[in-house]
T-cell receptor
Framework: AQSVAQPEDQVNVAEGNPLTVKCTYS??????LFWYVQYPNRGLQFLLKYITGDNLVKGSYGFEAEFNKSQTSFHLKKPSALVSDSALYFCAVRASSGGYQKVTFGIGTKLQVIP | GAGVSQSPSNKVTEKGKDVELRCDPISGHTALYWYRQSLGQGLEFLIYFQGNSAPDKSGLPSDRFSAERTGGSVSTLTIQRTQQEDSAVYLC???????????????FGPGTRLLVL
């Protein structure tokens, strides 16, 4: 069975500092990996995904994530945090082969950017 | 174009009553998902529809939960004999599947906030 772990319930970072939101996964074979963001009182939005190719994936709002196969990780990063980045972030995984495979989401990490 | 829409946006019901939640996916999206988001529980997969294939119901928590998708478009999630623990935000998402090596991006609706008293 596939799974996603987001080990931190909450991450606090000062505005202007770099941020990292951690994600590790377990899946059979190669993964498709996703990050979604949920701003307060708004729906979930796609942020970025890793399918194949370059391990460093760039997404919306200046976010990026690095796929590390040996560590089975897909941490979300941003060089300089903004207060407006404060939101709930979800990592997700699915297997890339075998036809349809459902997507499994992590429990989410609340990011709080402090002015 | 229009995104995924859900109705109602909020629903308050009494324990034991049945509720129906509706999802209108993005036109042309063949895949449709239902999730439940409870405080501190993250996103819980409920059910998945893909075209004319049999739905993946593996996430439905009990036989009180059921869902259907008519004409490959609109979906209704029904909860019978609601319990207080059913209180949550129910999210619907749609995507174009398969996308082969491109994977699939899910587009989420705003959710229905269900409160069972």
């Amino acid at each position: 069975a596939q799974s996603v772990a987001q080990p931190e319930d909450q991450v606090n970072v000062a505005e202007g500092n770099p941020l990292t939101v951690k994600c590790t996964y377990s899946v059979s074979g190669n993964p498709y990996l996703f990050w979604y963001v949920q701003y307060p009182n708004r729906g979930l939005q796609f942020l970025l995904k890793y399918i194949t190719g370059d391990n460093l994936v760039k997404g919306s709002y200046g976010f990026e994530a690095e796929f590390n196969k040996s560590q089975t990780s897909f941490h979300l990063k941003k060089p300089s945090a903004l207060v407006s980045d404060s939101a709930l972030y979800f990592c997700a995984v699915r297997a890339s082969s075998g036809g349809y495979q459902k997507v499994t989401f992590g429990i989410g990490t609340k990011l709080q950017v402090i002015p | 174009g229009a995104g995924v829409s859900q109705s109602p946006s909020n629903k308050v019901t009494e324990k034991g009553k049945d509720v129906e939640l509706r999802c209108d996916p993005i036109s042309g999206h063949t895949a449709l998902y239902w999730y439940r988001q409870s405080l501190g529980q993250g996103l819980e997969f409920l059910i998945y529809f893909q075209g004319n294939s049999a739905p993946d119901k593996s996430g439905l928590p009990s036989d009180r939960f059921s869902a259907e998708r008519t004409g490959g478009s609109v979906s209704t999630l029904t909860i019978q004999r609601t319990q207080q623990e059913d209180s949550a935000v129910y999210l619907c998402a749609s995507s174009v599947f398969p996308q082969g090596a491109r994977g699939e991006t899910q587009y989420f609706g705003p959710g229905t906030r269900l409160l069972v008293l």
